[in-house]
C-alpha cells in the first residue's frame, strides 16, 4: 500500500513567488490535513479536508494561502504570494473515515519550504 | 481553544526506561495520540488513548487519565534508535482537526 506522498520535497523560492504543494493521501482515505512546522517548533494545523470538502481551515494563516481538493483525492496548498515567515515544512497527514481509524493519522514526507 | 504541555527535552540511557508527559486543556475531548519523528523524517503514529488506562504496543506503552487532563508515553528498554522527538496530539471532538503539543525530543544515550 503506497503511503503519502508530497511534491515537491523541498522548494526554495524568493519573496513574493508562488508556489504550490502537493499531497496525495493513501487511498480511500477521506481525511485529509496540512499541518506546518517551524523552526523545529510545533507542528501547527492548517486544515482538514474530507472529502473534497473544507472541514476546518482555522488555521491557515492568511488569505494568502490557499488549499483545494477537487475530486476529494489529492490535495494542493499554494502560496502566492510568499512571504519570509512562510519558510517552514509542510505536512500533510490523512485518515480513514469513522472509528479507531480515524484517529490514526498517515503524514507524508513534509515538503521542506524557504523563503528567501 | 486547546493547549498542549510536554516537557522539551529528555536524555536517557539505553537499556532505561523513560516517561514522557503531556498535559492538555480542550473545550471537550475525544482521545489523546502519541506520535514519533526522527529528524528530517515524518510523523509516524504510535498509540492512541480514547478512554482511561494503559495501552501497550510492544516497548511503548500510554496512559490517559481523562479527569486529570494528563497522559504520558512509556518507552521501555530504551534503543540509540528510539532518540527522535515525540508528540502528544488531541481532538476535542470527532470531527475536528488534531492539535499537537510542541514535542520532546529524546536522547538516548550509549
Known amino acids: 500500500e503506497a503511503g503519502v506522498t508530497q511534491f515537491p520535497s523541498h522548494s526554495v523560492i524568493e519573496k513574493g513567488q508562488t508556489v504550490t504543494l502537493r499531497c496525495d493521501p493513501i487511498?480511500?482515505?477521506?481525511?485529509l490535513y496540512w499541518y506546518r512546522r517551524v523552526m523545529g517548533k510545533e507542528i501547527k494545523f492548517l486544515l482538514h479536508f474530507v472529502k473534497e470538502s473544507k472541514q476546518d481551515e482555522s488555521g491557515m494563516p492568511n488569505n494568502r494561502f490557499l488549499a483545494e481538493r477537487t475530486g476529494g483525492t489529492y490535495s494542493t496548498l499554494k502560496v502566492q504570494p510568499a512571504e519570509l515567515e512562510d519558510s517552514g515544512v509542510y505536512f500533510c497527514?490523512?485518515?480513514?473515515?469513522?472509528?479507531?481509524?480515524?484517529?490514526?493519522?498517515?503524514f507524508g514526507s513534509g515538503t521542506q519550504l524557504s523563503v528567501l | 481553544g486547546q493547549s498542549l504541555e510536554q516537557p522539551s527535552e529528555v536524555t536517557a540511557v539505553e537499556g532505561a526506561i523513560v516517561q514522557i508527559n503531556c498535559t492538555y486543556q480542550?473545550?471537550?475531548?475525544?482521545?489523546l495520540s502519541w506520535y514519533q519523528q526522527h529528524d528530517g523524517g515524518a510523523p509516524t503514529f504510535l498509540s492512541y488513548?480514547?478512554?482511561?488506562g494503559l495501552e501497550e504496543t510492544g516497548r511503548f506503552s500510554s496512559f490517559l487519565s481523562r479527569s486529570d487532563s494528563y497522559g504520558y508515553l512509556l518507552l521501555q528498554e530504551l534503543q540509540m534508535k528510539d532518540s527522535a522527538s515525540y508528540f502528544c496530539a488531541v481532538r476535542d471532538n470527532y470531527g475536528q482537526n488534531f492539535v499537537f503539543g510542541p514535542g520532546t525530543r529524546l536522547s538516548v544515550l550509549p
Open positions: 497527514a490523512s485518515s480513514q473515515e469513522g472509528g479507531r481509524d480515524a484517529e490514526k493519522l498517515f
Open positions: 488513548n480514547g478512554l482511561d
Open positions: 480542550t473545550s471537550g475531548f475525544y482521545g
Open positions: 487511498s480511500g482515505h477521506d481525511n
